[in-house]
């Protein structure tokens, strides 16, 4: 998890506060963070993405800016510790979109559709055998992850989708 700590990293540092700078922070975080997870799958840095996983990236940054419109508004009534908490939240959305390409067909992904949000500290393990594992977070009492943990293992559903974006890069 070191490439996706130093990304973090990088992106905590430009997320402090809403800014002209910090929409350009958010594309810049996610195309990392996809590019990183691509070269983690497949041993090769890309030098391009694919059609499927441009749009995957245009709709994972699309979809934060729109939250963050909201937020850059409303920051002035805001505490400097709010601000900084929530700028902090669009640094670890990274954390979903690096482990949605690094291990693409999995049926959710940390920080999608649970109550914990973008503090999810959950992980996808690889078991080496076809199936994954949810791993919680020791602090985690997200009932969503909890209930996710409790449905291991997972298999990945669309193998075929994802063989066919490599075979397509194999291609550029
Ligand atoms: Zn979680």
Redesign the pocket.
């Known amino acids: 998890m070191t490439v996706l700590n130093n990304l973090l990293a990088r992106a905590s540092g430009e997320m402090k506060a809403p800014g002209k700078d910090m929409r350009k922070a958010i594309a810049t975080a996610h195309s990392a963070a996809t590019y990183a997870a691509i070269k983690e799958r497949t041993g090769i840095m890309p030098k391009g993405l694919s059609r499927a996983e441009r749009n995957d990236l245009k709709a994972r940054v699309a979809e934060q800016l729109k939250y963050y419109d909201k937020f850059a508004e409303q920051a002035g009534d805001m505490s400097d510790a709010a601000v900084a908490a929530r700028a902090g939240m669009y640094a670890n959305a990274i954390r979903t979109t690096y482990a949605a390409e690094r291990n693409p067909g999995l049926p959710f992904y940390?920080g999608e559709g649970?109550e914990?949000l973008t503090n999810?500290?959950?992980s996808w393990q690889d078991d080496g055998d076809g199936s994954f594992t949810w791993v919680l977070?020791a602090k985690?009492s997200?009932v969503t992850?909890l209930d996710r943990a409790s449905n291991n293992p997972y298999s990945i559903e669309t193998k075929a989708i994802k063989a066919q974006t490599d075979q397509e890069r194999a291609m550029h």
Do not use: L
């Open positions: 940390p649970t914990c999810c500290r959950c977070d985690e997200c992850c």
